[in-house]
């Protein structure tokens, strides 16, 4: 059985943890897009999916990247200070939808009011026979004078091939918080999703 | 009690047709075990150094969720004749464990005794399903196996095992692994056709 948990701390104090079932219609699309390719190369194979401006954009199933080039199919970990793509928050509670595109209001990167200091992602995980788990974080620190209030987490993944410069980025989970989060000044916030594997 | 439902889960359907092409044996199973393997995908998703993985043939690699070469993931399209990666079946009894890497005894493409003959895999996206509550979207994978031989062949075990491309490396990964709550009997000119579809459970 695999199982996603959604895990909110904020300075070090966890406040919610529940199961995430808010995939959205993408992530859908996507893996049956890779399980639906040979696993070949040579060629840009792609699925359509909808981007985060609502528009249709592609998450690739298989790139071929040469030279000193770059690709990656899915990648989850958004550097420091990117706020594109990875565990996103927004502000916004409209209910969740599978066809989500987007957060209803993402908080973005920064030092202002209103907004959230976006840190790198950390990822630990455990094997074993029986139980298992993968666990994606990611830090937002309010570096202005103002609360911050979370109301929503996101997770968007990115296809890229930096040959082609092709960056395309499309949200594949949502969730509303079921109670407000609010971020003081100089408090950080931890979002951590959680897949695991229990045998039953 | 509420039977918890995980958010990506998946059913193994099996037929059985004799020589006419009558179903003999049909069943429908819950599908209880994806591997670590499949969890060490989305690790490597979210990461930028390596991920420690054991391929079907014992040997351990490490994937990346970006890299210089052909990068694919995942792939389950596997053609016809070959039995190294898509749905495998085996005849195998053995539990199952999370970092098993191959099936227990898996049941090898041919025509001779103990073989069945690999047909390709094909893949359906089936789409949003907003019928049900919550919505969930489906994708099936189907395969069928001809038994040439003149001897019949159980089927005890079903996995799928995918294939990644990774630089210059061409890489095989067993991803799921069930034992069937049946044993299914193909019968000399028969065949079987099994059918896996996945289930992600939408908000």
Redesign the interface.
């Known amino acids: 059985?695999?199982?996603?948990e959604l895990i909110v701390e904020v300075d070090g104090k966890e406040v919610y943890r529940g199961?995430?079932?808010?995939?959205?219609?993408n992530?859908?699309?996507v893996?049956?897009?890779?399980?639906?390719?040979?696993?070949?190369?040579?060629t840009f194979?792609s699925v359509v999916v909808t981007g985060l401006d609502g528009g249709s954009t592609y998450a690739y199933?298989?790139?071929?990247?040469?030279?000193?080039?770059?690709?990656?199919?899915?990648?989850?970990?958004a550097g420091d200070n990117d706020d594109s793509f990875g565990i996103v928050v927004g502000s916004g509670s409209a209910p969740?939808?599978?066809y989500?595109y987007n957060l209803a209001s993402k908080i973005p990167h920064g030092t202002g009011t209103g907004q959230l200091d976006y840190d790198t992602?950390s990822?630990i995980?455990s094997?074993?026979?029986?139980?298992?788990?993968?666990e994606?974080s990611r830090t937002f620190v309010n570096k202005s004078g103002s609360d911050v209030v979370v109301r929503e987490v996101g997770l968007v993944?990115c296809s890229?091939h930096s040959y082609q410069d092709i960056y395309y980025k499309f949200m594949v989970?949502?969730?509303v918080l079921p109670n407000p989060v609010t971020v003081k000044p100089l408090a950080s916030l931890i979002v951590r999703y959680r897949?695991s594997?229990a045998?039953? | 009690m509420e039977l918890e439902l995980s958010p990506i889960r998946g059913y193994i359907e099996v037929l059985v047709f004799d020589k006419e092409g009558r179903v003999v044996q049909q069943g429908r199973h819950p599908m209880r075990s994806f591997l670590n393997n499949f969890l060490k995908f989305f690790e490597a998703f979210s990461k930028s150094d390596g991920v420690s993985i054991t391929d079907t043939g014992g040997t351990a690699r490490t994937i990346y969720g970006s890299g210089v070469g052909y990068q694919s993931r995942l792939g389950g399209l596997a053609p016809d004749n070959d039995d190294s990666y898509g749905i495998l079946v085996g005849s195998g009894t053995t539990p199952v464990d999370l970092t098993q890497i191959r099936l227990a005894s898996k049941i090898t493409h041919g025509t001779a005794t103990g073989q069945l003959d690999y047909d390709a895999v094909s893949v359906d996206d089936l789409g949003l399903d907003t019928s049900v509550t919550p919505p969930v979207y489906r994708f099936r994978l189907c395969r069928t196996f001809k038994n040439l031989s003149t001897a019949s062949v159980t089927i005890t075990e079903v996995g799928i095992a995918v294939r990644t491309r990774q630089g210059g490396d061409d890489l095989r990964f067993l991803i799921s692994r069930d034992l069937l709550p049946t044993s299914y009997t193909v019968p000399a000119g028969g065949s079987a056709a099994v059918i896996v579809t996945v289930e992600v459970e939408m908000g």
Request: no cysteine.
């Open positions: 059985m695999i199982r996603v199961p995430s079932k808010s995939f959205v219609r992530m859908g699309i893996l049956a897009g890779m399980l639906k390719n040979n696993g070949d190369a040579g194979k199933v298989e790139l071929p990247a040469p030279g000193n080039y770059s690709a990656g199919p899915l990648v989850f970990n969740v939808s599978p989500d992602h990822t995980s094997y074993g026979g029986s139980s298992s788990y993968v994606i993944g890229f989970a949502r969730d897949l594997l045998l039953t």
